[in-house]
Nanobody, 125 residues
Framework: VQLQASGGGLVQAGGSLRLSCAAS????????MGWFRQAPGKEREFVAA????????IYADSVKGRFTISRGNAKNTVYLQMNSLKPDDTAVYYC???????????????????WGQGTQVTVSS
């Protein structure tokens, strides 16, 4: 399984970015997908997750109302639209795939077995 994240960059506070994560090597449409992030000196934290059909999503409280996760199963890609970005959103963002097919959406990092390489998001004040 390979996950390729892209779309990160440098943006001013209040700006927007859209992250993408292209998946291969597994039947993408059968697995929930998640986004996590890790800031320097901090532990990796959950950001958002979406069910395998795309009908269910969950978000960390810190991004609720600003970030939107979506997926395109025909393109084997999951997205993270990030609006109203804050300096506290600065981190390396990782996409990951749930280890169990056709399950309920989960947010614990231990529930995910394959991870992308990460894409850096930097928000300047």
């Amino acid at each position: 399984v390979q996950l390729q994240a892209s779309g990160g960059g440098l943006v001013q506070a209040g700006g927007s970015l859209r992250l993408s994560c292209a998946a291969s090597g597994r039947t993408f449409s059968m697995y929930n997908m998640g986004w996590f992030r890790q800031a320097p000196g901090k532990e990796r934290e959950f950001v958002a997750a979406i069910s395998w059909r795309g009908g269910s999503t969950i978000y960390a409280d810190s991004v609720k109302g600003r970030f939107t996760i979506s997926r395109g199963n025909a393109k084997n890609t999951v997205y993270l639209q990030m609006n109203s970005l804050k300096p506290d959103d600065t981190a390396v963002y990782y996409c990951a795939t749930d280890r169990a097919p056709l399950g309920t959406v989960v947010l614990g990092p231990d529930e995910y077995d394959f991870w992308g390489q990460g894409t850096q998001v930097t928000v300047s004040s």
